[in-house]
Each structure stands twice: as structure tokens, then as C-alpha cells.
């Protein structure tokens, strides 16, 4: 049977992941919060228009239209082939569906922008928590008289992070394939 380990509390008693879920519901709500009327309202017209209801809708609609144009249902066709109205009509939604959509999407993109530039301050934050970790290690390693088979890759761990020289050599890689 496996054993539970209860989550290490914080120093003001709180549990860690809990706090971390707390921190980014407050994050989520900051950024609900902050959007324009304009990046609501696109954010309502596709979450609608991308419904199964709207989809059906339109079915219906377009199919409707249609038949009552071929002169089915004994009505009187206003739109007679090749349906001149409904393509304008159509072609209308579809522009302003599409401006809603590349709204949304740009607010999307910068959101996702602001959250990667988040995630990289809080990774290099990590990086030097982590350097600060290993030095102190490698310290108390040598006050106890320790050796370590991996002592050279413990050096190269312990430099400061170069990002600059991190991301070229990156770019340089990615350039090749």
C-alpha cells in the first residue's frame, strides 16, 4: 500500500499548491478584468458563433433560404437562383466575423505573450535559486571532505546563466534545420 506524504505547508501555514491555484486565479480574473468592451464582445461572437447551436442555426437558415428561393413550400422566391441576397448577406458575416475573430485572437496573443514572458522571469529566478543551491552544496561538500565523480559538470552548472549567449546559440541551431 502506498503511503500519502501530506504537502509541505508554508510559513504562514498555507499549502503550497493551493497558494499556487489561489495566484493564478488571481491572474486569470486580473486579465479578465482588464479586457476592453470590444475584446468582450469579440470573445462572446466566436465563442458563439463557434457553437454547435450556431452551426445549426445557420443550416437551417442557409437551407431555408434555399428552398424557399426554389420555389418550395409554394412561397414566392425574392432571392431566385443564383441567390444574389444571400451571398451578399453571407458575405457580410463572414467580414465581420472574421475582424471578431483576428480581435480576439490578437488579444489571445497577447496574453500569451505576457504569460511566456512570465514563465521565462520566474525559470531564470529558479535557475539562480538552484545556482545558489549548488554552491552552497558544493561548500558543504568540501567542509565535510566529499568528492564527486561529476565534479566537472558541477562547475559548469555553477557559472551564471549567459541568456544572450543562450539564445543565439538556440537561434544558430534552429537556423540550421
Keep these: 500500500m502506498e503511503q500519502r506524504v501530506a504537502p509541505e505547508k508554508r510559513d504562514d501555514g498555507t499549502d503550497p499548491i493551493r497558494a499556487n491555484i489561489a495566484a493564478v486565479a488571481r491572474l486569470e480574473?486580473?486579465?479578465?478584468?482588464?479586457?476592453?468592451?470590444?475584446?468582450?464582445?469579440?470573445?462572446?461572437?466566436?465563442?458563439?458563433?463557434?457553437?454547435?447551436?450556431?452551426?445549426?442555426?445557420?443550416?437551417l437558415w442557409f437551407g431555408g433560404w434555399i428552398l424557399v428561393n426554389l420555389g418550395?413550400?409554394?412561397?414566392?422566391?425574392?432571392?431566385?437562383?443564383?441567390?444574389?441576397?444571400?451571398?451578399?448577406?453571407?458575405?457580410?458575416?463572414?467580414?465581420?466575423?472574421?475582424?471578431?475573430?483576428?480581435?480576439?485572437q490578437n488579444h489571445m496573443t497577447t496574453q500569451v505573450r505576457k504569460r511566456a514572458h512570465l514563465e521565462f522571469q520566474v525559470t531564470l529566478l529558479a535557475e539562480r535559486e538552484m545556482t545558489l543551491v549548488l554552491k552552497m552544496l558544493k561548500e558543504l561538500s568540501a567542509q565535510l571532505?566529499?568528492?564527486?565523480?561529476?565534479?566537472?559538470?558541477?562547475?559548469?552548472?555553477?557559472?551564471?546563466?549567459?541568456?544572450?549567449?543562450?539564445?543565439?546559440?538556440?537561434?544558430?541551431?534552429l537556423d540550421d534545420t
Excluded: Y
Design 29 to 59: 480574473r486580473a486579465t479578465r478584468r482588464a479586457r476592453t468592451q470590444g475584446h468582450r464582445l469579440a470573445g462572446i461572437v466566436t465563442r458563439l458563433a463557434g457553437s454547435g447551436p450556431s452551426i445549426l442555426c445557420h443550416a
Design 72 to 104: 418550395f413550400f409554394g412561397a414566392r422566391p425574392f432571392d431566385p437562383f443564383p441567390f444574389f441576397l444571400l451571398t451578399m448577406i453571407v458575405s457580410l458575416e463572414v467580414i465581420f466575423l472574421t475582424l471578431f475573430v483576428l480581435l480576439n
Design 145 to 173: 571532505g566529499v568528492t564527486s565523480a561529476t565534479a566537472s559538470e558541477l562547475e559548469v552548472l555553477l557559472k551564471d546563466t549567459d541568456v544572450g549567449s543562450l539564445s543565439a546559440k538556440l537561434d544558430a541551431v
